[in-house]
Structure formats: structure tokens, C-alpha cells
């Protein structure tokens, strides 16, 4: 799990981006030679997104129907499959639907189709939320998590979800009491 994290780290840095707030998805797709195509995936409102090659186009396909921040999760989550998974994918068309309920753990996902996914959410959200930046703007606050308007207005500036934010603050704050650092949180 570490891995997926360093590699989302790496890329930022890479690319000089890491403490531009909130980060350009769209820029970093560039960057990697992918194109994202919005698309009316109509009656399919579960599906997120996808991720192929047309001849030598890599495209990430994102479901137009979704609102900005979601899109802009699923755009991480493609790339995340791009810098993780590549040789897995090489010439197939990979579907996302719904992938956000599989960012909690459990007893199956440790293998297979589902750690590739929970690899690809993790790293989407430490793309979008950087831990570094997170706990510049969380040194000596207290966020509480129960509070609507504070975790909203932290995932407005990141620009994603409230849902994406919270489980960002807990996989935070809980890494940090394991590192036993001091914690804001
Ligand atoms: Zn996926």
C-alpha cells in the first residue's frame, strides 16, 4: 500500500506540482501522454470510468454524467492504474464502476482485481491530497471529522468529494499516530 502512495508522491514531484492546490489532474493526464475523453455513459451511472489505448492513444474515458470532483477522482484513479498497473493493462480496455465503496479493506481484497483497485485509490487520493500539504494545513488545527462544513470546506479547496476527504483525514491522521508523530487530527 505504501507503494502506490511513494509513486503519487514521486509523480508530483517529478512534475514539479506538489504543492500546487488544488492539483491539475487534467495537466498530470497531459504529462503522461493520456488523453481524457468526457463521455455521457448514459444508464450507466455506476461506471466511473475506463482506461485503453486507441493505436498509440492511451485514453481515459470519464463519465460526464458525475459531478467535477468525482470526475476528477477517477481521472487520478486511471492514472493511478497508468503508473502502477501498465503491464497489466497493456492492450486490454480496463472498466471502473463504482470503485469508491472499495476504498475500505476487507477480507478479500488483500489479492487480485480488488488490490489493484484499492492500489489505484490510494494513490488517487494522495494525488488529489497530498499528504504533506494535508498536514501543513492541519499543523495545531483541529479538524473534526463529524463536522460537515469543515471536512466540505477542506474538500472544496482540494476539490473532491467530502466522502474522498474524510477517509483521506482518518487513513491521515491514523498513519500519523503510527509514526507517532505529533496529531492534529
Ligand atoms: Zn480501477
Do not use: C, W
Not at 509513486?7 to 488523453?35: C, F, N, S, T
Not at 469508491?100 to 478479500?108: A, H, L
Amino acid at each position: 500500500m505504501a507503494n502506490a502512495v511513494k509513486e503519487a508522491e514521486k509523480l508530483l514531484e517529478r512534475l514539479g506540482m506538489k504543492d500546487k492546490i488544488p492539483v491539475d489532474v487534467m495537466e498530470i493526464a497531459r504529462a503522461l501522454g493520456a488523453k481524457v475523453v468526457l463521455k455521457a455513459f448514459d444508464g450507466e451511472d455506476d461506471l466511473s470510468g475506463m482506461l485503453f489505448q486507441d493505436n498509440n492513444q492511451i485514453i481515459i474515458g470519464v463519465n460526464a454524467n458525475h459531478h467535477p470532483n468525482r470526475r476528477r477522482f477517477t481521472v487520478a484513479h486511471e492514472i493511478g492504474h497508468l503508473v502502477l498497473h501498465k503491464h497489466i493493462f497493456e492492450g486490454r480496455v480496463h472498466v471502473d464502476k463504482a470503485f469508491e465503496v472499495k476504498m475500505f479493506r476487507d477480507g478479500r481484497s488483500k489479492q487480485g482485481k480488488d488490490f489493484i483497485e484499492i492500489q489505484a485509490n490510494r494513490f488517487a487520493a494522495e494525488l488529489l491530497m497530498p499528504t504533506e500539504s494535508l498536514k501543513r494545513e492541519l499543523k495545531d488545527k483541529y479538524v473534526d471529522v463529524e463536522n460537515d462544513d469543515e471536512v466540505k470546506a477542506l474538500a472544496n479547496k482540494y476539490e473532491v468529494s467530502a466522502h474522498a476527504m474524510s477517509i483521506k483525514l482518518f487513513n491521515t491522521a491514523s498513519d500519523l499516530f503510527e509514526t507517532q508523530e505529533s496529531l492534529p487530527l
